[in-house]
């Protein structure tokens, strides 16, 4: 089973804080996403990476930035955190080429608190 | 650009009833089409999905059918139970980037005993 894991289930921080949500994966796949989860407004991307170092900015990057060191690993960075950030944090990861659809098989999900 | 839009929620039903979740499309190209489902504390999960016009994608009960002629992709169950309670998620892949999904609101299930 493919398995994907989150750093934290809930996290609190406050406005201004650097936060960094952790995401690692077990299957060795080449892609990795993060998302974020409002009610009404279903998942949007906000990073996408497709190899180590390698990065693309999705739908909504701005007050976002990622890093990937290793492949297994996938971390999303609030340089300064606003509560207008306060949301559901999702990772996922899908095998292949990003010109394909993969089965993209998502982590638990970080709820983040920005007081 | 892409855009998926379901049917607000919560829908509510009662044990063995039947459920329809309204989603539908614009896009460019021809895309594929997926539901996911997300129960309650857990990540998104694919539930079925459907690559080309008039396919049916189904699984544990759910089916849907990419149809073309009126950009929709609706979920169906014959007979829905508590287990299914979730929030369930519409999605597309968008032209020319094939891994990357546009995904609904998402329309979350609640079935009652």
């Known amino acids: 089973d493919v398995k994907v894991t989150q750093s934290s289930r809930y996290l609190v921080k406050r406005t201004g804080e650097k936060v960094f949500l952790e995401c690692v994966q077990d299957m060795d796949h080449e892609n990795m996403f993060w998302y974020r989860q409002d009610p009404g407004l279903g998942l949007r991307l906000i990073y996408f990476?497709?190899?180590?170092?390698?990065?693309e900015k999705g739908d909504i990057p701005e007050g976002y930035s990622v890093s990937r060191e290793k492949k297994e690993r996938f971390s999303l960075i609030l340089e300064s955190a606003s509560t207008n950030q306060t949301s559901m944090y999702l990772c996922?990861?899908?095998?292949?080429?990003?010109?394909?659809?993969?089965?993209?098989?998502f982590g638990p999900g970080t709820r983040l608190t920005v007081l | 650009g892409n855009s998926v839009t379901q049917m607000e929620g919560p829908v509510t039903l009662s044990e063995e009833a039947f459920l329809t979740i309204n989603c539908t499309y614009t896009a460019t190209g021809y895309p594929s089409l997926f539901w996911y489902v997300q129960y309650p504390g857990e990540g998104l999960q694919l539930l079925l999905k459907a690559t080309k016009a008039d396919d049916k994608g189904s699984n544990k009960g759910f089916e849907a059918t990419y149809r073309k002629e009126t950009t929709s992709f609706h979920l169906e169950k014959g007979s829905v139970q508590v287990s299914d309670s979730a929030v369930y998620f519409c999605a597309l892949t968008r032209w020319n980037a094939g891994n990357m999904l546009t995904f609904g609101g998402g329309t979350r299930l609640m079935v009652k005993p």
């Open positions: 990476s497709y190899d180590v170092k390698m990065k």
């Open positions: 996922a990861s899908s095998s292949g080429q990003p010109s394909s659809y993969n089965e993209q098989f």
